[in-house]
C-alpha cells in the first residue's frame, strides 16, 4: 500500500523498485540470450588457459573451466540455451494447457472428466523422472528437450487455468452470452479469458522458473543440453569439481540461474498496477 | 439536558484514491444519540451511511481515514484514542451486526462458538456462563431450539436465523450501542419480519441503543425513533420518524418518498392494430425442471419446478412473484434454455422451442433476452460498455464499425446514459448506471421478450423506480413484452398486467393487477403481501405473530 510511485503515472501504469529491478534483470538476460555471443571475448570451445578452475583476471573475467575455457563467454553462450528453451517450452505447456483448461471448463460433462483425469495422471508421474526415462527412450536434442518440458509442464498450467475458468463460467455474464448463442471459441476467447489474464500470467513465469530449473537439473544429470553446447546446468555440472576450490566456474552459472529465476519471480509478483481513479 | 451516549461533531472522512489523490467522502456530519435511542441512517449507496456508522467504532475502510472532527462514545473521543483502546471498547461499548450474516460467519466454525468469541477476547465471563448467555439471547431473538442451534455450523440455518445469530453475537458483550448496517436488506419480506421483531423487543428491553444503517425507508419508520437522511457525504435531513413521514422538508427525503410510492399502473396503451388478434406471444406450459441426476420418476434429483405454466401476451407483462428458493429464477433459466426442462413445452409466438439454447436458432434467440439481477455479475468486468453493447449488435444483425458505433450511442440514449460512458468499464459505473447497461444490452437484440430476473432488488428505491420507469417508457416506444420476476410486490404492482404467485416451485395463484394486493386468496399470497412493509411506525405492531413462528 506504501510503495512510492516510481513509474511516472505517464502510461497510468505504476510499478515499485523491486519490480523495475527485476525487470531489468530479466531483460537484460534475454538481451544476452540474443546478442550475447556476439560479445564474447573468447570462442566458447576454445581452450585460453593452461591452468584449469583459474581464477578472475582481467583476460578471464570470471575464471576458467575444467578445461581451461573461458566460463563468461560459455555462460553468454548457455543463456541462449537456458533462456530460449525454457520460454519455447512454457510457451507451449501454458498456451495448450490455458486453452484446454478454458475449454473443459465451459463445457463440462464427459468432455471435463476425461481430459481432467488423463492430464491428472501424467501429472502424477515424478517430473524429473519422467524427463530421465523419455530422454533416455528418445535420446536427447533441443527439440526434444522442448517438447518435454511442455508436456511435462501442461497439466499444472490446465490445472490452474480450468480452477480460474470454472469460477468465471458460473458468472451471470456467461449465462447472458451463452443465452445469446455463443460458441465455446467465444466465450472462452471473449469472455473468459480477458478475466483470467492476470493470475495466467502470474503463472507463466512461476512455470517459466520451473522449467529452467528443471532443464538445468536435466543438463546437470547429463541428459539435456549435450556438449559442446552447454547450458547453465551443464555448465554446473562440468564444473562442479571446481565447488573444493571455490572456483567461480561453478559459481557463476549458479549464480546466472539464480539471478534469472529469482528475478522472474520477483517481476510476476510487482507488475505493473493500472491506476485506476474513477472520480 | 442529559449527557448523549454518543455524539459525532463535524466529521470528515477522507479517502484515497489508487493515484493518491484524496477524496472527501463525509462532509462536516455532526448528530447525536441519546440512551436507549435508535436512530436511523438512511440514504441511497455511496450516500455515506455506512462509513458513519462505523467511525461510531471508530473504524474505517482501508484506504479511508478520519481527516477531522469527533467521535465521543460515553465521552471519550475514538478519533484520538489508540488502536488498543479502541479494540477495547469493541464488542462490549459499541457492537457492529453486518449487512450480510452469511459473509460474516466463517462456515467451518460452530456459530455457538463464534457468537461468545467476543466474550473470549474480553476476558467477560467463563465460557460456561457465556453459553448460557447467548442461550438466553437465542431465545430472546426467537431463534428455534434456542439450547442446540448454536451447535450447528452457519449453511445449516436460514439467512433470517442467520441474521438474528449475528445479532447474538453483537449483544453478548451488552453494548451500549449496536450498529446494524442493513441488517434486512439480503431477506425475504417474510422473514425479514420476524428478524426486525425480534431486533426490535431485544433493544427495547434492554434499553441499548442503535443505529439502523438502511436505504428502506419503511422498513426504518418500524424500528427507528430518529431518521437522518444522507447524500453525497452531508446531512440532508434530520427528525423524528414520524415528522420525516409526515411532513419531508427537504426535497431529496421527499423523493424517497415519493418513490416508495410507485406510480400507479396504467395498462400500456398499444398503437399497433395487431392488438386484436390476442395471441400469446409466450406460452409455458407443464414446466419440471430441476437440478441433479434423473430419478426413477423421470423427475432430477432437486426438482425445483413442478407443472408451472404461464401465457403472455404481446405488449403485456407477467409478474412472477415468491420468495428466494421458490424457483422463480429457474423459471427463467428454463424459458431462456439454460436449464433444460425434464418435461413441459415454451412456445414462442405458437413455435415449439427446443429446451436448450443449443437447439434454437438465431432468431428465436434473439426475440427472447434475458436480464439478470446483479449487474455486478452480469457485465464482464473486463470490456468496455461499447464491446458489451456491442457483442449482441456484431452477432444477431451483423452490425460492424461504424454503423454499431451509432447503434450503442443510440442504446445509450434510449437507457438515458451519457455517451461519453461508452468507454468505461463496467467497475466504473454506479449501480444504476449498470442495471441500464445490462438493460441496453438486451434491447441491442431487438427482441420481443424481455425476461427480467429481479432486475431492481439490487438497487436503491430511488434508483430502482427511475428504471421501472424507464422499462415502462421503452415498452411504450418498443412494443415489448417483459417477465417480470421479483420478490418485491410493489415493483411488480406497478408494471405488470398479471402477477402469478410462486411458492416452492408450484403456481399458488394467478391475479390480474386490479386484484393485488387484496383479491388474494391463498394464504401464501396473503401472507407474502401482508409482509410487505408499509410507511407507517405502527406497521410492524400491528401484525398478528407470524403463524409459522412457535416462540412467539
Known sequence: MNQTPLLSPRFGLRMNA??????????????????????????????????????ISSELWLGSDYLGRDIFSRILLGTRYTVGISFAAVCIACFSGVVLGMTAAVIGGWFDMVLSRVLDALNSIPSKLFGLVMVAAIGSSIPVLIVLLAVIYTPGSYRFARAL?????????????????????????????????????ADFGLRFVFIVLLLSGLSFLGLGVQPPNADWGSLVKENIGGLAFAAPAVIAPCVAIASLTISVNLLIDNLPVKIRDRA | MTKPLAEIQDLYVEARTDSGRKVEIIKGVSFTIQEGEIVALIGESGSGKTTIALTLMGYTRSGCSIAKGKVLLGGEDLVAMSERDRQKLRGTDVAYVPQSAAAAFNPSYRLIDQVVEVVGIHKLMSKNEARLKAIELFRALALPDPEHIGDRYPHQVSGGQLQRLAAAMAL???????????????????????????????????????????????????????????????????????????????????????????????????????????????????????????????LPLKTVLRNVSCK???????????????????????????????????????????????????????????????????????????????????????????????RVNELLDMVRLPRALRHRMPNELSGGQKQRVNFARALAAKPDIILCDEITSALDTVVAAAIIDLLKDLQQELGLSYVFISHDLATVQSICDEVMVVQHGETVELLTNDQLPDGARHPYSKLLFSSVPKLDTGWLDSLPAHPGNPDR
Not at chain 2, 434492554?206 to 419508520?221: E, F, I, N, P, T
Not at chain 2, 429457474?330 to 426442462?341: E, M, N, S, W
Open chain 1, 165 to 201: 475458468a470454472v469460477n468465471c463460467n458460473t458468472l451471470d455474464f456467461i449465462s447472458v452470452a451463452r443465452a445469446r448463442g455463443e460458441k465455446t471459441i467465444y466465450l472462452i476467447s471473449q469472455e473468459i479469458l480477458p478475466n483470467i489474464t492476470g493470475p495466467v500470467l
Open chain 2, 312 to 406: 403472455l401476451e404481446r405488449g403485456r407483462n407477467l409478474g412472477v412473484i415468491g420468495e428466494s428458493g421458490s424457483g422463480k429464477s429457474t423459471l427463467a433459466r428454463v424459458i431462456g434454455g439454460l436449464l433444460p426442462a425434464v418435461r413441459g413445452h415454451v412456445q414462442l409466438n405458437g413455435r415449439e422451442l427446443d429446451p436448450r439454447v443449443s437447439g434454437r436458432s438465431k432468431e428465436e434467440l434473439r426475440r427472447m433476452q434475458i436480464v439478470f439481477q446483479l449487474a455486478d455479475t452480469a457485465l464482464n468486468p473486463a470490456r468496455s460498455v461499447a464491446d458489451i453493447l456491442g457483442r449482441p449488435l456484431a452477432f444477431y444483425h451483423g452490425q460492424k464499425g461504424a454503423e454499431q458505433e451509432a
Open chain 1, 18 to 55: 523491486v519490480g523495475i529491478l527485476s525487470g531489468l534483470i530479466v531483460l537484460f538476460w534475454i538481451l544476452v540470450a540474443f546478442v550475447g555471443p556476439s560479445f564474447a571475448p573468447h570462442a566458447p570451445g576454445d581452450i585460453v588457459d593452461f591452468d584449469f578452475f583459474g581464477p
Open chain 2, 172 to 298: 453478548i458483550g451488552d453494548p451500549q450501542l449496536v450498529i446494524f448496517d442493513e441488517p434486512t436488506t439480503a431477506l425475504d419480506v417474510t422473514t425479514q419480519i420476524e428478524v426486525l421483531r425480534a431486533f426490535k423487543s431485544v433493544m427495547r428491553k434492554r434499553k441499548m441503543a442503535g443505529v439502523y444503517v438502511s436505504h428502506d425507508l419503511a422498513v426504518v419508520a418500524q424500528i427507528a425513533d430518529r431518521i437522518i437522511v444522507l447524500k453525497g457525504g452531508e446531512i440532508q435531513e434530520e427528525g423524528s420518524t414520524q415528522r420525516i413521514l409526515d411532513s419531508a422538508q427537504h426535497p431529496y427525503t421527499q423523493e424517497l418518498l415519493a418513490a416508495f410510492q410507485p406510480a400507479p399502473f396504467v395498462p400500456p396503451q398499444l398503437v399497433e392494430t395487431e392488438v386484436s388478434i390476442r395471441r400469446p406471444v409466450l406460452e409455458v406450459t407443464g414446466i419440471y425442471a430441476g437440478y441433479g441426476p434423473l430419478q426413477a420418476d423421470g
